[in-house]
T-cell receptor, first 112, second 110 residues
């Protein structure tokens, strides 16, 4: 199957700082990638759709100015959590694919 | 939007037992996938199964699209099967956005 990577796998930061998470499709090109957030013992919730060469599409209730998404190439999408606060602590997962979605290993963000 | 409910929410079984996990969805779908989320959070693709039946080793899945449900069968459970199982669907043709179910947490006891 296709491989999607994420970096970093874990990040701890202070409140007020910004954190960038990278999502890469390693063996295929992806014009669209998806970003999800998962709180402990809950399901995955879609945050936004990342579109190569154009603006991301955000789900209702997700602040676009707080969660900046850039999809500058066919293999890379980045999610930047700006001015992070403790309530942003979560597990962030990206996916890519066409008929079948493949998921990255996730990034665990802890904001102190 | 489409609603996806899974049952049971939790399941504890002895090693070697069989299990059936259910996924109900509220509208027509053109994509249904089953995933296993391991203890480290990685989502592992199990099946792409918008309709019909598929088998892969000890796992099999059946989707009855007209009745809006899918079943995941796990036979001869092993401790490595522990984790959370999610089904996820896309409701509109050409829209790849997945809506995830509520999940079933499976614990296999040695």
């Amino acid at each position: 199957g296709a491989v999607v990577s994420q970096h970093p796998s874990r990040v701890i930061c202070k409140s007020g700082t910004s954190v960038k998470i990278e999502c890469r499709s390693l063996d295929f090109q992806a014009t669209t990638m998806f970003w999800y957030r998962q709180f402990p013992k809950q399901s995955l919730m879609l945050m936004a759709t990342s579109n190569e060469g154009s603006k991301a599409t955000y789900e209702q209730g997700v602040e676009k100015d707080k969660f900046l998404i850039n999809h500058a190439s066919l293999t890379l999408s980045t999610l930047t959590v700006t001015s992070a606060h403790p309530e942003d602590s979560s597990f962030y997962i990206c996916s890519a694919g066409q008929v079948t979605q493949y998921f990255g290993p996730g990034t665990r963000l802890t904001v102190l | 939007g489409i609603q996806v409910e899974q049952s049971p929410p939790d399941l504890i079984l002895q090693e070697g037992a069989n299990s059936t996990l259910r996924c109900n969805f509220s509208d027509s779908v053109n994509n249904l996938q089953w995933f296993h989320q391991n203890p480290w959070g990685q989502l592992i693709n199990l099946f792409y199964i918008p309709s019909g039946t598929k088998q892969n080793g000890r796992l099999s899945a059946t989707t009855v699209a007209t009745e809006r449900y899918s079943l995941l069968y796990i036979s001869s459970s092993q401790t490595t099967d522990s984790g959370v199982y999610f089904c996820a669907v896309t409701a509109n043709f050409g829209n790849e956005k997945l809506t995830f179910g509520t999940g079933t947490r499976l614990t296999i006891i040695p």
